[in-house]
T-cell receptor, first 113, second 114 residues
Framework: DSGVTQTPKHLITATGQRVTLRCSPR?????VYWYQQSLDQGLQFLIH???????AKGNILERFSAQQFPDLHSELNLSSLELGDSALYFC????????????FGPGTRLLVL | GNSVTQMEGPVTLSEEAFLTINCTYT??????LFWYVQYPGEGLQLLLK?????DKGSNKGFEATYRKETTSFHLEKGSVQVSDSAVYFC?????????????FGTGTRLTVIP
């Protein structure tokens, strides 16, 4: 158990819908990262937040957005969903003193029908 | 840019066999290198890491050495067990940008048979 929690574990929805994925980092970690794991694209970095502020963006679609709240939990919002958005979404956190070492949550499996 | 290339899988080995999974990288700066493992139905777990040239990361019998001259970070284990069956990902962190996000290889699925 990494100490990073993600909810829900599974999500099934329809095309065109909007969903919110939630992540709670390890206690004391200020950084939260979001990654997408899909069969065709592999594991890709989406976005990084540090203490409530966006730090870096990767291959994140404009239909996707994220935020980190004052209690440091983060949410990833996916809208106008398409079949190709079906994937595993991972959240990871890292501590201030060693930001390179990331601890991953169990993931949210999203299925868009 | 930054990228990681891993050997294609799947890899099937008998218990107690020697394991090597090749990993090479391209980086704009001087990256840190990682191996993560993903067991069925679970998230990624950090297996080992190395932050500078000639460093050796090790954990649970697995080892990898940071080779700057060959831009490689191959994973090895002397004697695999059935419980090592998983998908292994090589990754790098680009410290130049300060972003610290990870770039992953495509993953190598290892199956160990008794």
């Amino acid at each position: 158990d990494s100490g990073v929690t993600q909810t829900p574990k599974h999500l099934i929805t329809a095309t065109g819908q909007r969903v919110t994925l939630r992540c709670s980092p390890r206690s004391g970690d200020l950084s939260v990262y979001w990654y997408q794991q899909s069969l065709d694209q592999g594991l890709q970095f989406l976005i990084h937040y540090y203490n409530g502020e966006e730090r870096a963006k990767g291959n994140i679609l404009e239909r996707f957005s994220a935020q980190q709240f004052p209690d440091l939990h983060s949410e990833l919002n996916l809208s106008s969903l398409e079949l190709g958005d079906s994937a595993l979404y991972f959240c990871a956190s890292s501590e201030w003193g060693d930001q390179e070492t990331q601890y991953f949550g169990p993931g949210t499996r999203l299925l868009v029908l | 840019g930054n990228s990681v290339t891993q050997m294609e899988g799947p890899v099937t080995l008998s218990e107690e066999a020697f394991l090597t999974i090749n990993c090479t990288y391209t980086a704009t700066g001087y990256p840190s290198l990682f191996w993560y493992v993903q067991y069925p139905g679970e998230g990624l777990q950090l297996l080992l890491k190395a932050t500078k040239a000639d460093d050796k990361g090790s954990n649970k019998g697995f080892e990898a050495t940071y080779r700057k001259e060959t831009t490689s970070f191959h994973l090895e284990k002397g004697s695999v067990q059935v419980s090592d069956s998983a998908v292994y990902f090589c990754a790098l962190s680009d410290r130049e940008t300060g972003a610290n996000n990870l770039f992953f290889g495509t993953g190598t699925r290892l199956t160990v048979i008794p």
